[in-house]
């Protein structure tokens, strides 16, 4: 559900693939510690003080769900779109990690967020995140973790990654790290002590090019994101084999600050859910494989939330899950 989002050059590729090559070859250590891969530049957002506050700008940020230089194609038009209908100026932020956003969310410097179900499910209180509106893929308002293995190699199961290196997204995310640490929580084991390496992408598409280009054995990663790019360009998907789909959960929503201008959040919310009846607004909607944009519902990340409760109580009593 990704917008025109063209193959990666192999001029932006070199540079992170190198260094995750060095990381795994020669910096990770042999106890099962999680290692961090900067796969990207964080785009700076202004501080306080480097320009007046104007009631023209809508700072807009966007959870590191795919690399920057993606990110910018994906969100643009419809941060266009959302300035034509507000009058508003967008600026868009950007951060490597999601608490980093969240963090600005919560101290006010942030108006509008696109931000992931995880950090929406668990922190909604925590930073004021208030619904707008949640994408529908397909007809439906759910999507689910995937977990991928290389095409060419011989595992089949989460099991057969025992002791391997394993891409994670971000600590925060929903489908990219709290999902498979809950299914090894349901089998007794832990991330660190049940897969030999650990690292962090920072971003899905870099989680699919690193299993793709057999940099790690394996990554769980946001399914709307695998069957954008197996549709618009499958270069590196056809590269992975999906080996496991999570349970639905809740679509990824835009969110505002609960104490954000009352009057502009509901202008926001209803454009964006009467966007697909604009032949312009169809149009950019089209291209990012959404359907519409439809009001959200709050037991729709529900589960996420008793996931996370779950894999908290797993860690201390193997028994004590409850259906997520």
């Known amino acids: 559900m990704i917008s025109t989002i063209t193959c990666l050059r192999l001029s932006h590729t070199l540079r992170p693939l190198l260094f995750i090559f060095f990381l795994i070859c020669s910096g990770c250590s042999r106890d099962g510690d999680t290692n ?16 007046p506050s104007s009631d023209r700008y809508l700072k807009v940020a966007v959870g590191a769900m795919i690399s920057p230089k993606e990110t910018t194609v994906y969100y643009r038009q419809i941060l266009d779109y959302i300035s034509s209908h507000t009058g508003k100026e967008s600026e868009l932020i950007q951060r490597k990690t999601y608490d980093q956003i969240n963090e600005l969310f919560g101290q006010g410097e942030i108006d509008l967020a696109f931000i992931c179900s995880g950090p929406y499910a668990t922190s909604k209180d925590k930073y004021g995140f208030e619904l707008l509106a949640t994408p529908q893929v397909k ?8 977990l991928i293995v290389n095409k060419d190699s011989p595992f089949h199961r989460l099991e057969d990654l025992r002791g391997r290196v394993f891409a994670f997204t971000d600590p925060e995310s929903n489908t990219g790290k709290l999902v498979p640490t809950y299914w ?9 002590t049940f897969f ?6 920072y971003s899905h598409d870099n989680s699919i090019m690193a299993v793709a280009k057999g940099l790690v054995d394996g990554a769980a990663i946001d399914g709307l994101i695998w069957e954008y790019y197996d549709s618009k360009n ?7 084999r999906i080996i496991r789909k999570s349970d639905p959960y809740g679509i990824p929503p835009i969110v505002a600050h609960r104490d954000a201008d009352p009057e502009l959040k509901d202008r926001i919310r209803q454009f964006l859910l009467s966007m697909h009846e604009d032949p312009e607004g169809q149009k950019i909607l089209g291209e990012l494989m959404i359907d519409r944009f439809i009001e ?15 894999v908290a109580s797993l860690m201390y009593d193997p028994h004590a899950v409850s259906k997520p």
């Open 36 to 51: 961090v891969v900067d796969f990207s530049h964080t785009v700076q957002v202004a501080r306080p003080g480097e320009r």
């Open 139 to 146: 007809g439906s308002h759910f999507y689910h973790s995937y």
């Open 184 to 192: 090894l929580a349901l089998a007794g084991e832990k991330p660190e």
């Open 196 to 201: 030999g390496k650990t690292i962090y992408t």
């Open 234 to 240: 499958p270069s590196l998907t056809s590269q992975t």
């Open 296 to 310: 959200p519902r709050e037991e729709w990340y529900q589960t996420i939330r008793n996931m996370k409760q779950n």
